[in-house]
Antibody, heavy 121, light 109 residues
């Protein structure tokens, strides 16, 4: 059973950088899967932020691409999200998730709980 | 940027069969398998369907299907604990994004 656990500050100042880490247990990030970040503003729906593959390949949501970096640390079996120049619109629950691929189709299978990150001075 | 469209709300009574829909196009639903995710009271999403495959631990009253550019999640024998928001998701090769639908609020009457 794969488990994912996010960690990081719950409060970030406007124009600052939001940084979160997702620790993976019960499975290796050095596997043929994608590791993803998803966010959900309070009272709203889910938004995909981006993902990383163990080979270092990344995909980002074009709407956030200029501000996002997703990286992985295989030695610690974890991956991270950095979102720069944040505003109040970036206030959301940020969840990490595993993307499982079967053939050419990939979908989320395991999810973290996700902390609420508030952007406020 | 919700290129996947879902009903805003669906309701049903205990024991009834309900179907939730996810409308897309040939760049997404028409090409790739669709995942379905249950979210209860803004908690962590839970995968209830992967294409038409049932993840381990999910009751077999849940089933998935697809016809053209429309994917569906059917719950046969609705239970009170099924009340939740349900989101569909898949890849879009034209936009190069992993899309979510806007979500359907399922109410069990």
């Amino acid at each position: 059973q794969v488990q994912l656990q996010e960690s990081g500050p719950g409060l970030v100042k406007p124009s600052g950088t939001l940084s979160l880490t997702c620790a993976v247990s019960g499975g290796s990030i050095n596997s043929n899967t994608w590791w993803s970040w998803v966010r959900q503003p309070p009272g709203k729906g889910l938004e995909w932020i981006g993902e990383i593959h163990h080979g270092g390949n990344t995909n980002y949501n074009p709407s956030l691409k200029s501000r996002v970096i997703i990286s992985a640390d295989e030695s610690k079996n974890q991956f991270s999200l950095n979102l720069i120049s944040v505003t109040a619109a970036d206030t959301a629950v940020y969840s990490c998730a595993r993307v499982y691929c079967s053939g050419s189709s990939c979908n989320f299978d395991y999810w973290g709980q996700g902390p609420l990150v508030t952007v406020s001075s | 940027q919700s290129a996947l469209t879902q009903e805003a709300s669906v309701s049903g009574t205990v024991g009834q069969k309900v179907t939730l829909s996810c409308y897309g196009n040939s760049n997404n639903v028409g090409t790739y398998a669709v995942g379905w995710y249950q979210q209860i009271s803004q908690g962590a999403p839970k995968t209830v369907m992967f294409g038409n495959s049932l993840p381990s631990g999910i009751p077999d009253r849940f089933s998935g299907s697809k016809s053209g550019t429309t994917a569906s999640l059917t719950i046969s024998g609705l239970q009170p604990e099924d009340e939740a928001h349900y989101y569909c998701s898949t890849w879009d090769y034209s936009l190069n994004v992993r899309l979510f639908g806007g979500g359907t609020k399922l109410t069990v009457l």
